[in-house]
């Protein structure tokens, strides 16, 4: 259920960066907005990139905001979020280099919360999904994948098929952040640094 992270050749760039990533995580001042993702994607995407902000998630059954699971818009189709490289310059530089990434976030889950078992069919044998860690108490964060479980490290990359049914916990007494990043296995690279 999860891929072997050697296998693509974008993730030693990114996972090198993993501490200027977090650093600039918890120095980010942003609000928590009153919309949460329901309904079209794109549409939802639009009004981040215009005015982005830790926006609640979604609980699968639910149409309800969930408070417990916040995420922060870091690109969408390979468009950077006004602002984000005022307040993340570092990030927001090599995103700005990254090519095959269809969405990528900051991922918070609150402590003793739970990512309800959900599949994401719209990106199944399209997209892969990343996971890398950058906060989390040790032996207590989770992700598993058709029965799967992974534990989540700081620093340490996860990479399966989220068309998949899958799941996360956070059983720790902190948050749980992760760059998330939906890409397409074929065409995910870095250009050249100039």
Not at 24 to 48: K, M, N, T
Not at 108 to 124: E, N, T, V, Y
Request: proline fraction near 7%; hydrophobic fraction near 40%; include cysteine.
């Amino acid at each position: 259920m999860f891929f072997d992270p050697g296998g693509f050749s974008f993730l030693p760039e990114l996972t090198s960066r993993w501490r200027f990533i977090r650093q600039e995580w918890q120095e980010l001042q942003a609000p928590i907005l009153d919309i949460h993702r329901v309904g079209s994607v794109h549409r939802f995407a639009e009004r981040l990139l215009q005015n982005n902000g830790w926006t609640p998630s979604w609980q699968a059954g639910s149409d309800q905001p969930n408070q417990d699971w916040l995420t922060y818009a870091l690109s969408y189709q390979g468009m950077l979020p006004d602002g984000l490289a005022s307040v993340m310059p570092a990030t927001a530089r090599l995103l700005s280099r990254l090519r095959g990434v269809e969405v990528c976030a900051l991922s918070l889950m609150r402590p003793g919360s739970f990512i309800a078992p959900h599949d994401h069919p719209d990106i199944a044998g399209r997209l892969l999904t990343l996971h890398l860690g950058l906060a989390m108490e040790p032996g207590k964060c989770y992700l598993t994948v058709e029965g799967d479980a992974r534990e989540e490290k700081p620093g340490a990359v996860l990479t399966f098929n989220a068309g998949r049914e899958h799941f996360a916990v956070n059983m720790g007494r902190c948050d749980r952040v992760i760059l998330y990043m939906e890409f397409d296995p074929r065409t995910a690279a870095f250009d050249a640094q100039a």
